[in-house]
């Protein structure tokens, strides 16, 4: 792609991205076919599931303040190459005597993700050029799209023929070649910001209730974000049930539907390297056709029509994901990002980890049908009460304005 080769810093953190990705869903698919294997309980893999979530509570807002702080470039570095012993360490699972070396070195691998993620994400707006920005934000989504489609796949792939330890090896040779990668990546000579006192003193909250409070783009997005957050908890657990109980599929359906994610998502780069202005109402029309087209899906009885549906759902999230992290980038002031990306992805995997647990619970009282046309229903109605909001504050605006002429 052009924009790779004219940003050349990026270039490299987004094959970091890859290869740390696809490593990572490698280990992720061996891990619990492991867990599944040792003990022939769901509740084991239902733990291992939550256990990396955890983290995100308590370590991206570290991560977020670190990234402010310090080199970001010597964090990533830092993060991948502790992570390799974790990544090695499920070699010794053999058993349920073993099975809390799972537990321990998943919430540590996790905690290390937390720390990475919001400093990776941070780095962005400090290596890339401005008018790139948008364009990048939906490589971004590419790079989720093909961690997707290849990881899950071809984990299962190589987990299947060569056995999990393969893949365990081939994560920890990820976390180093990505750590490489980041190495050779060159910040700006002023990357570690330095604060003045009185900026020192002030606290998390402050800080955040600062920017939130700046900017009407900022406070929507956040209100966004935690709205979202809970309606993808319930579209993560819907994917396995739709495929499982609903088309009667198995696991080759489920990988059909996340290839169908990912395949949506590489798409989503074709329209976002294409837009030029308007991103938050556009990221909130896109929230409208997710919710649109998660309501059909709800409603068709046929594979093919889920499959496409599947793919325009991605579709359609990573065009509104890439506008909605630009506009936060745009927004937010460089020294605070690192932080304010930290508390988002806390609040965001927190309220995912609790939307995916009252999922589940919803299922034993609702149908996957239905538990899927109340989320469709609910994206339709935030995105059209938020794009209310934004029309509501235009008109006010113009109205003063014309007042001001008068």
Not at 114 to 125: L, M, N
Not at 153 to 170: M, R
Not at 316 to 343: H, R, W, Y
Not at 354 to 364: D, I, K, P, R
Request: proline letters at 2%.
């Amino acid at each position: 792609m052009i924009i790779l080769r004219k940003e050349k810093q990026y270039q490299r953190l987004f094959l970091a991205g890859v290869v740390n990705g696809m490593g990572d869903r490698f280990s992720s698919v061996a891990v619990l076919a492991l867990v599944l294997q040792i003990t022939g309980s769901g509740l084991a893999v239902g733990m291992t599931l939550a256990i990396r979530l955890i983290p995100f509570a308590f370590f991206a807002p570290i991560g977020g303040w670190l990234a402010d702080r310090f080199s970001r470039k010597a964090i990533l570095v830092t993060t991948d190459l502790i992570r390799i012993v974790f990544a090695l360490s499920f070699l010794w699972v053999h058993s349920k005597e073993e099975l809390w070396i799972v537990y321990i070195s998943s919430f540590l691998l996790a905690a290390g993700e937390a720390i990475y993620s919001p400093t990776r994400k941070s780095s962005i707006p400090r290596i890339v050029n401005m008018e790139h920005l948008l364009k990048v934000n939906g490589l971004e989504q590419v790079l989720i799209g093909i961690v997707l489609i290849g990881g899950a796949f071809s984990g299962g792939i190589v987990a299947f023929i060569f056995g999990p330890h393969v893949t365990f090896w081939l994560n920890a040779a990820s976390f180093l070649g990505a750590a490489a990668i980041i190495s050779t990546i060159k910040f700006p000579e002023n990357e570690r910001i330095t604060e003045n006192n009185e900026s020192k003193k002030k606290s998390l909250f402050a800080v955040f209730k600062r920017i939130v409070l700046m900017s009407a783009a900022v406070l929507i997005l956040f209100i966004c974000e935690i709205l979202i957050a809970f309606m993808n908890g319930i579209d993560n657990v819907l994917i396995s049930v739709y495929a499982v109980n609903v088309y009667h599929l198995g696991d080759i359906g489920v990988g059909l539907f996340y290839g169908s994610l990912g395949i949506g998502l590489t798409l989503s780069y074709s329209i976002a390297n294409r837009l030029r202005k308007n991103f938050l109402v556009t990221g909130l029309v896109c929230l409208m056709l997710e919710g649109t087209f998660l309501f059909l899906l709800s409603r068709t009885h046929l594979v093919v029509f889920a499959i496409l549906l599947f793919c325009l759902v991605a579709f359609v999230s990573g065009i509104g994901n890439a506008c909605f992290d630009t506009v936060l980038m745009k927004e937010i002031p460089e020294e605070n990002q690192g932080m304010m990306f930290g508390l988002l992805a806390t609040i965001g995997n927190t309220i995912l980890g609790l939307s995916m647990f009252l999922a589940g619970v919803a299922l034993n009282y609702l149908s996957p049908r239905s538990l899927g046309l109340i989320g469709g229903i609910a994206y339709i109605l935030i995105s059209i009460i938020l794009l209310a909001a934004i029309s509501l504050k235009a008109y006010r605006k113009s109205s003063l304005s014309h007042n001001d002429l008068i």
